[in-house]
């Protein structure tokens, strides 16, 4: 089944312990992104990727790190999370430039 | 720069009553506008794109570019409508386009 799977789910953490959401696609996508979801704001872009190795920030990266070293993962890391980062996550990824763009399936993070 | 504006948080309508929702844009190029629906406790999944010009579940929309306006439109809603709707535009960059959303439109359908 094609899909975009992330992990964890839900994870709750203190202030200033490193770390990392996993992100993985399983359809051959180029682009990969990360977004923020937040009560009134919407969705917003932390970083995308254009294919391996290829990464650029997004809207809101403060605080953020990607990578991009085989083209089905793109890991978010947080190096010292604060509680500004406590939010819902989704990674998404497509098909070139103007495909379809599927999304996983969110992790809540919290940070206290 | 692209913008997507979505004014209303919150649209509350009774099964059965027509449902708009609003979608503005402001952009430079040629736009490429997409509505994506979240259900609850379910990921993102697109609904529908202009380009293609489709009605799926009921819901269509049309591309206003004198209006720079995008709403989502359905004649009868139903409950199992209730979701959070995303209007989203496709913005050229120089690596590829990018989609920049909107705040999101939460529609209640009530019985």
């Known amino acids: 089944e094609a899909q975009v799977t992330q992990n964890p789910r839900y994870l709750i953490t203190v202030t200033g312990k490193k770390l990392t959401v996993t992100c993985s696609q399983n359809?051959?996508?180029?682009?990969m992104s990360w977004y923020r979801q937040d009560p009134g704001l919407g969705l917003r872009q932390i970083y995308y990727?254009?294919?391996?190795?290829?990464?650029d920030k997004g809207d809101v990266p403060e605080g953020y790190k990607v990578s991009r070293k085989e083209k089905r993962n793109f890991p978010l890391i947080l190096e010292s999370p604060s509680p500004n980062q406590t939010s819902l996550y989704f990674c998404?990824?497509?098909?070139?430039?103007?495909?379809?763009?599927?999304f996983g399936p969110g992790t809540r993070l919290t940070v206290t | 720069a692209q913008r997507v504006t979505q004014p209303e948080k919150l649209l509350s309508v009774f099964k059965g009553a027509p449902v708009e929702l609003k979608c503005n844009y402001s952009?430079?190029?040629?736009?490429?506008l997409f509505w994506y629906v979240q259900y609850s406790r379910q990921r993102l999944q697109l609904l529908l794109r202009h380009i293609s010009r489709e009605s799926i579940k009921g819901f269509t929309a049309d591309l206003n570019k004198g209006e720079t306006s995008f709403h989502l439109k359905k004649p009868f809603a139903q409950e199992e409508d209730s979701a959070m709707y995303y209007c989203?535009?496709?913005?050229?960059?120089?690596?590829?386009?990018?989609?920049?959303f909107g705040a999101g439109t939460i529609l209640r359908v009530k019985s």
């Open positions: 989203a535009l496709s913005a050229y960059m120089e690596y590829g386009n990018k989609l920049v």
């Open positions: 990727s254009m294919n391996v190795e290829v990464t």
């Open positions: 359809m051959n996508h180029e682009y």
């Open positions: 998404a990824s497509r098909s070139g430039t103007a495909g379809e763009q599927y």
């Open positions: 952009y430079s190029g040629s736009p490429e």
